[in-house]
């Protein structure tokens, strides 16, 4: 650890009912333990070549035993939510059984994390489908967002009274592209087709699933600023794109259709019902693609409103350069290529406000939150001053400057609270504000840039609110 940084000097004081927070996911660190077995990542993790280092999350960060003593390390840093998901494949591990025993789990995990002050925000798909589901066609069947939407139902009428604030699908426009375009995670299929019909039927799933939430749980409308925020969000994937070459009219032209395709179809299909990224990716292939048949609009979904709010997951900038008749290819500015992540990603600080004010524009009048935003860097030698600039730009995009309005934005949640299985990338690429020493028994050992958050976090409270102790963090370590 190094010394404890110089004190945050913020000018801004939030609301509230801001969400300042950490976000995780069930996959990433519970083990296989309560049925992780049944997931459709399980085989490809135990297919060699899959993942960095043949690396599996079949003991993670063994959170499922550990929680308790993580989330007492989230509260010692001063956040006051958690973002993290439950397990569709555990919760459900054979069509339409549902596991007590692992409801109950989750039941003692969020009942604690309240204990402890926290409000949970919880995702209900977040990487992993269970195999059942991915063997009956997985997203391609046409009876996918009724099969989400029954395990929805389980698990919100099972945890409704310790939640209100849910999550229905993690960065949707991953999962189609990586799964279902390019092939390289599961169900690793490569197709055009496979990926529109695809992302038709998450659309469905999406608003099936938050016409299910709403019925059970109904969302005062407008969800005004002054109160907590409530209610569902649609959680994107959303970096930032600039042409390679800002004088080549073929770059210009495919950034801003990738662009399109990457952060704002999938979206804006959920939220205004206009699905055109069959036109959008064919412009990029060059080939015709069909609109699915059908409907997006599904009866018992009728009425309610698409969402509450939108989850915007930013991490980095690339440049985007023409590829004949293929996906562009994405590069690292070379402006910021000096100093990148360990996993090469370039380290964007100032995306933060613009990320903000570019979803604001797509959608205008909906409350955001950033759900995701960090850096692998094992050594922690970015993070903490990444933290700095990220929430200073957040600053500016929440209370405006230079004439520009502020954005209606209720959280900031950091990526991630420990170290995790972070998927192809296995255990090298870590983001956690906690180290977790593989090696020394999984031992929690928090880095400076925990300090630093709480730091951030406190400097922007509203007066009045008790102070937290920053510096005692940097003492805590789990217990072995
Ligand atoms: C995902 C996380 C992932 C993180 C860092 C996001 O795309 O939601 O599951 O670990 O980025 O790569």
């Known amino acids: 650890m190094g010394a404890l940084e110089p004190q945050a000097t913020a000018q801004h004081s939030y609301p509230p009912t801001f969400l300042w927070g950490t976000a995780l996911s069930a996959h990433q660190v519970e083990g296989k333990t309560g ?7 399980y085989p490809f993790e135990h297919t060699p070549g899959k993942i960095y280092n043949n690396d599996t999350a079949d003991l993670a960060t063994d959170h499922w035993n550990r929680y308790p003593g993580d989330l007492q390390l989230a509260a010692a840093i001063g956040v006051n939510t958690i973002r993290t998901s439950v397990a569709w494949e555990k919760i459900e591990p054979a069509a339409g059984e549902f596991s007590g025993d692992v409801i109950e789990h989750y039941r003692a995990e969020f009942t604690y994390l309240k204990q402890l002050g926290l ?31 029954a395990y929805v139902r389980f698990v919100v009428s099972n945890l409704g009274d310790l939640c209100d604030l849910w999550v229905t699908v993690n960065e949707p426009m991953v999962l189609v592209g990586l799964g279902y ?15 529109i019909l695809a992302a038709w039927n998450l659309v469905r799933a999406h608003r099936l699933a938050t016409a299910t939430i709403h019925e059970l749980q109904p969302v005062p409308q407008p969800n005004s600023s002054g109160n907590p925020l409530r209610g569902v969000g649609l959680v994107n994937s959303l970096d930032l794109y600039q042409p390679y070459n800002k004088l080549n009219p073929l770059d210009d032209l495919v950034t801003a259709i990738y662009v399109e395709l990457s952060n704002w179809a ?9 699905f055109e990224m069959h036109d959008i990716l064919g412009q990029l292939l060059g080939k015709k693609l069909s609109l699915p048949t059908g409907s997006l609009d599904i009866p018992a979904a009728h009425g309610s409103p698409v969402l509450d709010w939108i989850g915007v997951n930013y991490y980095t900038l690339w440049l985007v350069q023409y590829n004949l008749g293929s996906l562009p ?8 290529a000096a100093q990148t992540t360990d996993i090469g990603r370039a380290i964007y600080p100032a995306g933060t406000e613009q990320i903000l ?35 200073h730009y957040l600053d500016l995009a929440k209370f405006g400057h230079n004439g520009l309005p502020g954005v209606d934005i209720r959280g900031y949640y950091h990526w991630t609270l420990t170290d995790d299985f972070e998927w192809q990338y296995g255990y090298f690429s870590q983001y956690g504000l906690i180290q977790i020493l593989r090696d020394q028994n999984l031992e929690r050992v928090p880095r400076t840039s925990a300090a630093v958050y709480c730091q951030e976090i406190s400097a922007r409270l509203p007066q009045g609110a008790t102070p937290v102790n920053c510096s005692a963090i940097q003492q805590l370590k789990s217990a072995p």
């Open 266 to 274: 999938f979206p804006k299909a959920a939220v205004y019902g206009n």
């Open 181 to 195: 375009l390019e092939g390289s995670i599961p169900p690793q299929i490569a197709s055009p087709e496979s990926a």
């Open 119 to 149: 409000r949970p925000m919880i995702t209900l798909l977040h990487g992993t489908v269970p195999l059942w589901f991915q063997n009956r066609g997985g997203w391609l069947a046409a009876d996918s967002p009724q099969q989400f939407a």
């Open 329 to 336: 290819v994405l590069k690292v500015p070379p402006s910021l």
């Open 357 to 391: 004010r570019d979803t604001a524009a797509q959608f205008p009048k909906i409350p955001l939150v950033m759900t995701e935003n960090g850096v692998s860097d094992r050594a922690d030698k970015f993070r903490p001053q990444f933290i700095r600039d990220s929430l």
């Open 35 to 41: 049925g992780g077995e049944n997931a459709d990542w």
